[in-house]
């Protein structure tokens, strides 16, 4: 199946013959254009408000203007049509009709302005064919393909980065590890034959999503056109919890806990002034997060909020030898799924109060 393209362009022609280009693209009228470059990116886990159909975000990446775009309103005999860009399975009834409370959105559109032109033939514009092109112009504009190829596969991961960021939402589009993790049946086998003899049944399982909701997408608007970066910390820990959602438990400790040092080093970094000498900032660039949790209270500049958190700090500091175990002893992760769900909500706590004692300082 081919990779799909905007709505109005014709068929792409598959055949080639180089030897015939240059007389068949010759004596052409010609027009110049302006580029861009379109692509579709298959989303997992994004589920959106109805009222969100439509949208799109916009925002500048490496001096391009970038739109990412939602799929529009789908038809009601669409809702279970797998093929479709944005399905519906959560909706309520009355009197009869059904009116949908969450979309799931299967795939978005993202379209950049280059702010380049290029004279190329006017009756390509509508359909593919590489007989219209020359092959100078075939090399150059395969060599401008690739270029900002690269500019658009960086601002979908951008976009993705504040998404999950902005909403809180770790579950959109999981990290390619966990697409990969094997969600078939397992089957009892006869060792003695090898041949198996139960299987258990299919059974179906709802999972409940998180919905973006109009301030989200909004919220995150601002974000991408501020150009603000993710925080390093908020990245490691959507990887995190999506290491947990799969199981990966020795993941999850490994990324949860590089989380809280990036944290934890940048609040310390915060309050080193500014006449401290250099072999003073590179001790302190040496300090152990351990030691630096363990006398956590003493250092929190007598903020209110800090000592409340005495709980949560402890769930840090187990994070932290955990760590400490798998990296420095080659110890297995001895975390329950259960135990791990604490710690990443004891971890976002912790970030948020971090957050908040880094604006104001």
Same mark, same amino acid.
């Given at each position: 199946?081919?990779?799909?393209?905007?709505?109005?362009?014709?068929?792409?022609?598959?055949?080639?013959?180089?030897?015939?280009?240059?007389?068949?693209?010759?004596?052409?009228?010609?027009?110049?254009?302006?580029?861009? %470059?379109?692509?579709?990116? #298959?989303?997992?886990? =994004? #589920?959106?408000?109805?009222? =969100?159909?439509?949208? &799109?975000?916009?925002?500048?990446?490496?001096?391009?203007?970038?739109? %990412?775009? =939602?799929?529009?309103?789908?038809?009601?005999?669409?809702?279970?049509?797998?093929?479709?860009?944005?399905?519906?399975? #959560?909706?309520?009834?009355?009197?009869?009709?059904?009116?949908?409370?969450?979309?799931?959105?299967?795939?978005?559109?993202?379209? !950049?302005?280059?702010?380049?032109?290029?004279?190329?033939?006017?009756?390509?514009?509508?359909?593919?064919?590489?007989?219209?092109?020359?092959?100078?112009?075939?090399?150059?504009?395969?060599?401008?393909?690739?270029?900002?190829?690269?500019?658009?596969?960086? +601002?979908?991961?951008?976009?993705?980065?504040?998404?999950?960021?902005?909403?809180?939402?770790?579950?959109?589009?999981?990290?390619?590890?966990?697409?990969?993790?094997?969600?078939?049946? +397992?089957?009892?086998?006869?060792?003695?034959?090898?041949?198996?003899?139960?299987?258990?049944?299919?059974?179906?399982?709802?999972?409940?999503?998180?919905?973006?909701?109009?301030?989200?997408?909004?919220?995150?608007?601002?974000?991408?056109?501020?150009?603000?970066?993710?925080?390093?910390?908020?990245?490691?820990?959507?990887?995190?919890?999506?290491?947990?959602?799969?199981?990966?438990?020795?993941?999850?400790?490994?990324?949860?806990?590089?989380?809280?040092?990036?944290?934890?080093?940048?609040? !310390? @970094?915060?309050?080193?002034?500014?006449?401290?000498?250099? *072999?003073?900032?590179?001790?302190?660039?040496?300090?152990?997060?351990?030691?630096?949790?363990?006398?956590?209270?003493? %250092?929190?500049?007598?903020?209110?909020?800090? #000592?409340?958190?005495?709980?949560?700090?402890?769930?840090?500091?187990? &994070?932290?030898?955990?760590? @400490?175990? %798998?990296?420095?002893?080659?110890?297995?992760?001895?975390?329950?799924?259960?135990? *791990?769900?604490?710690? *990443?909500?004891?971890?976002?706590?912790?970030?948020?109060?971090?957050?908040?004692?880094?604006?104001?300082?």
């Amino acid at each position: 199946m081919g990779a799909p393209r905007p709505r109005g362009l014709g068929a792409p022609t598959t055949k080639f013959w180089p030897s015939k280009i240059k007389s068949f693209s010759m004596s052409k009228p010609k027009k110049t254009v302006s580029v861009g %470059i379109w692509k579709r990116f #298959q989303t997992y886990d =994004l #589920q959106i408000a109805p009222s =969100l159909t439509g949208m &799109a975000h916009e925002f500048d990446h490496h001096g391009c203007r970038v739109k %990412i775009k =939602l799929p529009g309103k789908p038809r009601q005999s669409d809702w279970r049509n797998d093929s479709s860009e944005i399905q519906c399975f #959560q909706y309520r009834q009355r009197n009869g009709r059904k009116y949908p409370l969450s979309y799931l959105v299967n795939s978005v559109d993202l379209k !950049i302005e280059t702010g380049e032109t290029r004279n190329i033939p006017k009756n390509s514009i509508g359909t593919v064919d590489h007989r219209l092109f020359g092959s100078r112009q075939i090399k150059s504009l395969d060599n401008f393909t690739k270029r900002y190829e690269t500019i658009v596969d960086s +601002a979908f991961e951008r976009w993705l980065d504040v998404l999950r960021w902005k909403t809180g939402i770790h579950t959109i589009c999981p990290y390619q590890e966990n697409l990969q993790k094997s969600h078939g049946r +397992a089957y009892l086998i006869d060792l003695s034959t090898n041949r198996y003899f139960y299987r258990p049944p299919y059974r179906l399982t709802v999972t409940m999503l998180a919905t973006v909701s109009r301030k989200d997408w909004r919220l995150v608007q601002v974000f991408l056109e501020d150009n603000i970066d993710v925080p390093i910390w908020h990245l490691y820990i959507s990887e995190a919890n999506q290491k947990r959602d799969a199981e990966d438990i020795r993941g999850f400790i490994l990324n949860i806990a590089i989380s809280i040092e990036t944290m934890v080093k940048t609040l !310390i @970094n915060t309050y080193i002034v500014e006449s401290a000498s250099p *072999a003073f900032e590179s001790a302190v660039g040496r300090i152990n997060i351990g030691p630096i949790l363990d006398k956590w209270v003493k %250092i929190n500049h007598n903020n209110k909020r800090w #000592q409340s958190l005495k709980e949560e700090v402890g769930l840090v500091k187990l &994070a932290i030898k955990e760590r @400490n175990g %798998i990296m420095h002893r080659g110890a297995r992760a001895s975390i329950s799924i259960n135990k *791990a769900k604490e710690i *990443a909500n004891a971890v976002s706590i912790f970030i948020e109060a971090g957050e908040d004692q880094i604006r104001k300082s």
